[in-house]
């Protein structure tokens, strides 16, 4: 995997020195925090643009069935799901779905069932849409992260509690949810009539042979789910590409279709039509290299931490670990400040994904083997000479 040369000269969120200043305090970090990756794209993709730009204008574009077909053997030859048109609809963004289903299906003041520590965006949005944020920690037992079942019984029979949003794979503790699981929590949901929405955003990174399963293979028993998923991670093509809503339920399809047309949100973008077909039909070469590359990455993270305070909880999908520092700190804050501070590195702090998150931050490890072993030392430096 080449890694990017030219990433430096772009205007990439994760080193804009306004953002780096506000949340690391200082500019002279090296970003390791947002989840996108530093690999060249793959040469197909590179490619099929290319020739896209060249002696093309852009009118306005309707997806061709070339890429419908293309999705669609995707998902049937990866996922064995059958992607019915008719369950589709393209969004610019998985949290805007999120926030259209929150505002459509709920009304102000309902209940969202999350599960922290979990993706920021769904307690933000959460609280955009005034709605209330019940939670369901997950339970952290064996360095291994499992849903507490019990709890979500009890959350989902609440009256108030309207949705239930869950991450799959679970960013950011890296959980890929077994069959068995999501069955459970299928269950859960129709006994008591919630709406189960299913972030699958990370679903084509799934490391040391675990399996995927998306909640739609469960659509036949339950058809209030709305999957929320975009191959942009997976290809980084998070600049152009957008994402897609699939669910087997005809209103919420239609809920969802008639928001954007409302606000003329459905417009085909050219570059993201080109770049998706292209990944759908030339990629899988590409991510299977990458999932090798990150597998070596988890690798020498455990084999670095071996000797120091730090643990590792190991990722079963994304290309993030989740490193737990309890052991060494016993402040969040003081713990962020001084990894930051004396390592360099710039992390997420694990509270930012909930208070459940507290001593553990996040490292995005979608760079060369390189970056990634001096970076982990920089860390476990910063660790070994911790104040507490
Ligand atoms: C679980 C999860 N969902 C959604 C997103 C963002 O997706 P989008 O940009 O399509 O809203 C991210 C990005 O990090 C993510 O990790």
């Not at 949290?95 to 520590?117: R, Y």
């Not at 929405?197 to 490391?207: A, G, P, Q, W």
């Not at 553990?360 to 760079?367: D, E, L, P």
């Amino acid at each position: 995997m080449k890694i990017d040369k030219k990433l430096n000269q772009l205007p990439l969120t994760k080193s804009n020195p306004k953002t780096l200043k506000s949340l690391f305090g200082k500019t002279d970090i090296t970003p390791m925090w947002v989840a996108d990756m530093e690999f060249q794209i793959a040469q197909p993709i590179q490619e099929a643009l290319k020739k896209r730009i060249t002696n093309s204008g852009f009118g306005y574009e309707y997806k061709p069935d070339s890429f419908l077909n293309a999705q669609r053997n995707w998902y049937q030859d990866n996922y064995s799901i059958d992607l019915n048109e008719y369950y589709l609809t393209y969004s610019p963004s998985v949290t805007t779905t999120i926030a259209i289903l929150l505002e459509n299906f709920t009304s102000e003041g309902d209940g969202i069932i999350t599960q922290p520590p979990v993706f920021m965006e769904f307690r933000d949005v959460v609280r955009k849409t005034k709605r209330t944020l019940t939670k369901n920690p997950l339970l952290l037992i064996d360095k291994q992260y499992q849903i507490d079942f019990q709890d979500l019984e009890e959350k989902a029979k609440e009256a108030n509690n309207k949705i239930l949003i869950i991450c799959n794979p679970h960013n950011p503790v890296g959980r890929v949810w077994t069959k068995e699981e999501l069955e459970h929590v299928v269950r859960i949901c129709k006994e008591n009539d919630l709406l189960l929405i299913s972030d699958e955003i990370h679903k084509d990174i799934i490391l040391f042979d675990n399996q995927f399963t998306s909640i739609l293979q469960f659509a036949g028993d339950y058809k209030r789910m709305v999957v929320c998923t975009s191959e942009a991670k997976t290809f980084n093509l998070c600049g152009i590409a957008d994402s897609v809503a699939i669910t087997p339920d005809e209103d919420l399809q239609r809920s969802i279709s008639d928001t954007f047309k409302k606000y003329n949100m459905g417009r085909t973008n050219a570059l993201t039509s080109v770049a998706l077909e292209s990944a759908y039909r030339d990629g899988k070469p590409w991510l299977n290299e990458l999932i090798k590359v990150i597998e070596a990455n988890v690798a020498t993270i455990e084999e670095e931490i071996k000797n120091s305070k730090i643990a590792l909880i190991k990722p079963e999908g994304t290309y993030q670990v989740w490193l737990d520092f309890r052991a060494i700190y016993n402040d969040s804050r003081a713990m962020f400040d001084d990894i930051t501070k004396r390592s360099g590195v710039g992390l997420n702090a694990g509270h930012w994904f909930g208070r459940e998150g507290a001593l553990f931050m996040r490292m995005n490890i979608a760079t060369s083997n390189e970056k990634v072993t001096e970076a982990i030392n920089k860390i476990i430096n910063a660790a070994s000479h911790s104040p507490s």
